[in-house]
C-alpha cells in the first residue's frame, strides 16, 4: 500500500463546479498536510496545507482533514480553466526526523 | 532569497555515462529532499537530508544513484552508469521545519534524457 493515495483521474469538471479531490494516507505519525499544484512542465507549487482537524478555508479553495479516517480532501469553488492542472497532496510524517511525502497526483480538467 | 536553485534544466546524455545533477535551497532550510517524477510513478522521494545529514536514502533505486550534501548550501544527485529508464524529471525541494507548519520549496526541476 502507498503511503499517499489518490485517484489520478482525470477528474472532469464543468466551469463554475465544484471540484473535489481526494487523497487517504497511511500512517498515523503524519503531521501535516498539504495541497500542491503542478501545471504540466512545472514544478509544484503550494495551495494550502492543514494540520487541524477540520475545515481550512482559502478563497475558493477549501482544505478538509479528518485524521480519524486518515483523509484529506481539496474542494475548488466556482472552478475555472485556469485551474486545470494536476494535483498533489503532500504528507509531512515524524519517524526520527520529518519525511515529506506525495500522492502521484490527481489531474483535474475544468471544461469552459 | 532566489529560491531553490537546480542546475541544469535540462540534460541529455548517453547510456552509461556520468550525470550529476545540482542543488541549492533556500538559506536557512534544513531538510532537502531529492525527488524523481515520471507519468508511471508520479513523484518519488528518492533520498533527504536533514542538516546536511542524510536521514533516508531507501527510495534511492539502485546503488547506480548516490547524493551528498558537503554543505548547507549544495547538494548533488550522481547516477553513475546512467539508464534510459533513468530518463525523468528530478526535483529539488528545501524546507524550514524549524519556523513550525511551512512549505516545502521547489526548484525548477532537471529534465533527464538518457538516450
Known amino acids: 500500500q502507498k503511503e499517499v493515495e489518490q485517484n489520478s483521474g482525470p477528474l472532469s469538471v464543468p466551469e463554475g463546479a465544484i471540484a473535489s479531490l481526494n487523497c487517504t494516507y497511511s500512517?498515523?505519525?503524519?503531521?501535516?498536510f498539504f495541497w500542491y499544484r503542478q501545471y504540466s512542465g512545472k514544478s509544484p507549487e503550494l495551495i494550502m496545507f492543514?494540520?487541524?482537524?477540520g475545515d481550512k478555508e482559502d478563497g475558493r479553495f477549501t482544505a478538509q482533514l479528518n485524521k480519524a479516517s486518515q483523509y484529506v480532501s481539496l474542494l475548488i469553488r466556482d472552478s475555472q480553466p485556469s485551474d486545470s492542472a494536476t494535483y498533489l497532496c503532500?504528507?509531512?510524517?515524524?519517524?526520527?526526523?520529518?519525511?515529506?511525502?506525495f500522492g502521484s497526483g490527481t489531474r483535474l480538467l475544468v471544461r469552459p | 532569497d532566489a529560491g531553490v536553485i537546480q542546475s541544469p534544466r535540462h540534460e541529455v546524455t548517453e547510456m552509461g555515462q556520468e550525470v550529476t545533477l545540482r542543488c541549492k535551497p533556500i538559506?536557512?532550510?534544513?531538510?532537502l529532499f531529492w525527488y524523481r517524477q515520471t507519468m508511471m510513478r508520479g513523484l518519488e522521494l528518492l533520498i533527504y537530508?536533514?542538516?546536511?545529514?542524510?536521514?533516508?536514502d531507501s527510495g534511492m533505486p539502485e546503488d547506480r544513484f548516490s547524493a551528498k550534501m558537503p554543505n548547507a548550501s549544495f547538494s548533488t544527485l550522481k547516477i553513475q552508469p546512467s539508464e534510459p529508464r533513468d530518463s525523468a524529471v528530478y526535483f529539488c525541494?528545501?524546507?524550514?521545519?524549524?519556523?513550525?507548519?511551512?512549505?516545502?520549496?521547489f526548484g525548477q526541476g532537471t529534465r533527464l534524457t538518457v538516450v
Open positions: 538559506s536557512g532550510h534544513d531538510y
Open positions: 500512517d498515523r505519525g503524519s503531521q501535516s
Open positions: 525541494a528545501s524546507l524550514d521545519r524549524g519556523r513550525g507548519v511551512t512549505e516545502a520549496f
Open positions: 537530508f536533514n542538516n546536511n545529514v542524510p536521514i533516508d
Open positions: 492543514i494540520y487541524s482537524n
Open positions: 503532500a504528507v509531512l510524517v515524524w519517524d526520527s526526523s520529518y519525511k515529506l511525502i
